[in-house]
């Protein structure tokens, strides 16, 4: 079963490092990893090795197991001190932070958008 949909529109099933937490074989494992790793310092030039991909069951999950790289997510506070299901609900909808994840994953805005639509 899936961890659903992050505050931000991301969708949890499909994100690479779920995706890697869920692998059973250790080798897949360190490869996914290592190729997450890689991506992460080519697209957003961080330099992140295979080991900071860290499990992941997505950030509203109550294993306490989030992505390191999210741990601190600035979207994921805002929503929890908002009380509010999703970015979708909130009142300032879409601020800067959304607009900065929205040029990277169009989609997540695209899910939000469609949330918007049926609830306002």
Request: glycine share 8%; net charge negative.
């Amino acid at each position: 079963m899936g961890t659903g949909m992050a505050y931000c529109g991301l969708l949890c099933d499909s994100c690479p490092v779920h995706l890697a937490t869920l692998e059973e074989d250790e080798s897949r494992q360190r490869a996914l990893r290592k190729a997450i790793a890689g991506h992460i310092r080519e697209h957003y030039g961080m330099d992140v090795q295979p080991e900071d991909i860290t499990d992941c069951d997505g950030c509203r999950a109550a294993t306490g197991r989030i992505y390191s790289g999210c741990l601190n997510c600035g979207i994921k506070k805002c929503t929890i001190e908002k009380h509010i299901e999703s970015c979708a609900f909130c009142s300032d909808y879409p601020c800067d932070k959304l607009r900065n994840l929205f040029t990277l994953d169009p989609d997540a805005q695209s899910r939000l958008e469609d949330i918007r639509g049926i609830t306002f």
